[in-house]
């Protein structure tokens, strides 16, 4: 095995995938892959658009073959596509979805495309090469790219194997994230690819579909989620299947979420922390506190704007969005995103901070902060508070707020709401907020 | 009202209730989809709805024996399955 090879399995009969019940060897993969690599187009970029999390694999090692840049926004709504095209010319959508409409020149997977080659027949790409751009949404709504080198997803996916404990050969891997966004391409795709594991292909929607999945997948199982599919998972009726290893990204876990996950699934869960701009930094296992510790080689320092990440897979200095306690360049406590810092009074604290606090009180199944726009001048302006708390009466949970919260934090007003408006990536747009809140004005 | 459109008036009073929407039960048109331009539910509303069906008529919703898109399609097609599958019946 070449130290950037796309696939580390140690034997060309290994899983790499399972597929509608069909386990699909190393040799097979390399062959889907070189087969697709002769027939992708001429074009500098590609929207990876496949469901399926084999071919979404197949495309993105085609494609790297071709040195074509994958592209990884953080939406597809019709205006970020717009802005794509301006910033990527040449780009292109690759598909597995025949009915997909998309304003970009659109190519779909071949049904057949199984090639001959063996298993030593994929070229090993150059580690330096660029293989995606990730993207942010930005603050002037124009996508923000961070550039990923083949070798630097490389690093950071073996970093992750080894410190989620994986071991070749043994590990099966179920997700519940879309590949199309980097914490699902870590570790969904890059992470069994670079550890010698297998992954399932569908991504399941219902908990009874995740837990299907995960009952069909052989050897040791890692569920790959988000506190939200958590929660989701953890309210259905009826039991959880066993797993091996828990992993969870997105938004910081509250602590009696990971017990509850750990008990029912009878498995540690690790959490991931890292942004786009960064990839994953570190790891931690919730129940044993809230301390993070660095992948190897990585560092954490604090300069004069906030907190930077260095080392390991990290392309230069990256400067992080979060406020952090640090212990050590290698173990920090995460207090909160520094860009959505605010300023009551004279107190400053983070909405992260205080989505953290009310989503770890007891019986409080989602809950957010709001900063609302600004009314007059020189009045202080409060914190509206969202929460899904079926059990909890306003006054249950305001008292638990005031056991956490500075009295300025306080919401005023607090909804208890059936649900929040959360997208598919479990983010809540501030617009779908804003929505909400009017919704709520009206029906008072 | 008939027995059918009885239970979509139920079906639809759960929903409305579960995702705190701004509608009346009885303006949901039975025949409309439910996300996107119908009723605006996205996957994630589809998910809690998914949820408090199970608690409500002891199954389970599935997405890999059943076409979920077609489910979903409307208030009676969501309300036809339920029907034919809930617990006791």
Known sequence: ?444 | MSPSEAFEREVADLMISTLNLDVRPEAVDPEAPLYREGLGLDSIDILEIALVISKRYGFQLRADNEDNVRIFGSLRSLSEHIAAHRAGC
């Open chain 1, 1 to 444: 095995m070449a130290e950037f090879s796309i696939l580390t399995h140690s034997s060309p009969g290994d899983v790499v995938a399972y597929r509608k019940g069909r386990a699909i060897s190393a040799r097979e993969f390399s062959g889907e892959v070189a087969s697709l690599a002769e027939r992708l187009p001429e074009r500098p970029f590609i929207l990876n658009d496949c469901t399926d999390r084999y071919r979404f694999a197949v495309v993105f090692a085609a494609a790297l073959l071709r040195r074509q840049v994958a592209l990884l926004p953080p939406t597809l709504t019709p205006e970020t596509v717009r802005r794509l095209v301006g910033l990527f010319p040449g780009v292109y959508c690759l598909t597995d979805d025949p009915d997909r409409e998309i304003e970009l020149p659109l190519e779909h997977y071949p049904e057949a495309s199984s090639g001959a080659l063996g298993y030593d027949g994929l070229p090993v790409p150059d580690p330096e090469q660029l293989a995606a751009y990730a993207l942010t949404s930005g603050s002037t709504g124009v996508p923000v790219p961070h550039a990923k080198t083949w070798g630097s997803l490389v690093r950071s996916a073996r970093a992750e194997g080894r410190r989620l404990g994986m071991v070749a050969g043994r590990h099966t891997l179920v997700g519940t994230v879309p590949a199309q966004h980097m914490y699902g391409f870590e570790s969904t795709v890059l992470l069994p690819l670079q550890n010698g594991a297998a992954f399932s292909a569908a991504r399941p929607f219902y908990p009874a579909d995740i837990c299907a999945e995960i009952e069909r997948m052989p050897g040791a199982r890692v569920l790959v989620t988000t506190p939200f599919h958590l929660r989701t998972l953890l309210n259905a009726e009826g039991g959880l299947p066993a797993v091996d290893l828990l992993v969870s990204a997105t938004a910081a876990l509250p602590p009696q979420l990971a017990q509850a996950a750990e008990s029912r699934f009878r498995a540690p869960l690790l959490e991931i922390y890292g942004c786009t701009e960064a990839g994953q930094l570190a790891t931690r296992r919730p129940v044993q506190g809230p301390e993070w510790r660095t992948f190897p080689g990585i560092s954490i320092s604090r300069a004069a704007d906030g907190f930077r990440a260095r080392g390991g897979h990290v392309a230069g200095e990256i400067r992080l969005d979060d406020m952090l306690e640090l212990q050590s360049p290698e173990r920090f406590v995460w207090l909160g995103r520094s860009s959505d810092m605010i300023n009551i009074a004279g107190k400053r604290t983070s909405l992260a901070y205080l989505n953290y606090q009310v989503s770890s009180i007891p019986g409080v199944v989602d809950a957010v902060f709001v900063m609302p726009e600004e009314t007059e001048a020189g009045s202080v302006t409060r914190l509206t508070a969202y929460a899904v708390a079926p059990g909890l009466t306003s006054a249950d949970l305001m008292q638990a707020l005031r056991e956490r919260l500075d009295p300025a934090f306080l919401p005023r007003p607090l909804h208890l709401v059936a649900s929040l408006p959360r997208n598919s990536t479990g983010k809540l747009p501030r617009s779908a907020l804003a929505a909400l809140t009017e919704c709520l004005k009206e029906a008072s």
